[in-house]
């Protein structure tokens, strides 16, 4: 059994959670492993997990009908990762989620969820703040989209998920992002540029 105490303390920092119902939730948490590039769920399938990273990173992605990614959501440890339209009403999804590198996750099944919601009230406030969370930087991402050049779109990632631009490829941000690498290359080499001549500036 994976080691569940980030996903422990993760919960603790949002709710108050007791002794009965940290065991009812361990009992109830499957680790699995996944390759580089493996898929943690696939499209056209019903996504019968919610997924904790513990180690590595993934992402969520779309194709379109011409064949291009679209990535939608980016995880490192200690993020939940997966088709949320696709768990929570338990249909086939649209989405693609795939492991970025060597990946471990701690993963709990749709009616074993259903049935901690009703064991332990602490773990449904737990999943509420989250998807409120969720929702709010989703409200923020599409508001950069609309209101902010390609540059400030990435000055605004690189501010909220500096561990993300460290550990994850300049491809998939710039996905994220809504455009292609080579232009993040260039704004990169930009802002590399401008913070050289401050430094000298301020000698």
């Known amino acids: 059994m994976m080691d569940p105490q980030a996903l422990i303390d993760s919960i603790r920092k949002n709710t108050r959670l007791t002794d009965a119902g940290e065991a009812l939730i361990i009992s109830k948490l499957i680790p699995r492993q996944f390759r580089k590039k493996e898929f943690i769920n696939s499209e056209d399938e019903i996504n019968r997990y919610t997924n904790f990273i513990v180690n590595g990173s993934a992402r969520t992605y779309y194709i379109d009908h011409n064949g291009q990614e679209h990535t939608i959501q980016l995880a490192v440890a200690g993020w939940w990762i997966g088709d949320y339209a696709s768990f929570i009403l338990q249909q086939p999804g649209k989405l693609i989620t795939e492991a970025l590198e060597p990946a471990s996750t701690i993963s709990i099944s749709y ?47 690189r501010e909220s998920y500096p561990a993300m631009d460290q550990l994850i490829s300049q491809k998939h941000i710039a996905s994220y992002l809504g455009m292609s690498p080579e232009f993040l290359s260039k704004i990169k080499k930009r802002l590399l540029l401008k913070e050289k001549q401050l430094r000298r500036m301020s000698r």
């Open 111 to 157: 009616d074993d969820l259903q049935w901690l919601y009703e064991k332990v009230p602490e773990l449904e406030r737990f999943f509420r703040l989250l998807t409120q969370n969720a929702y709010a930087s989703f409200q923020q991402r599409v508001l950069h989209g609309m209101s902010l050049d390609a540059e400030n779109r990435y000055l605004a990632f």
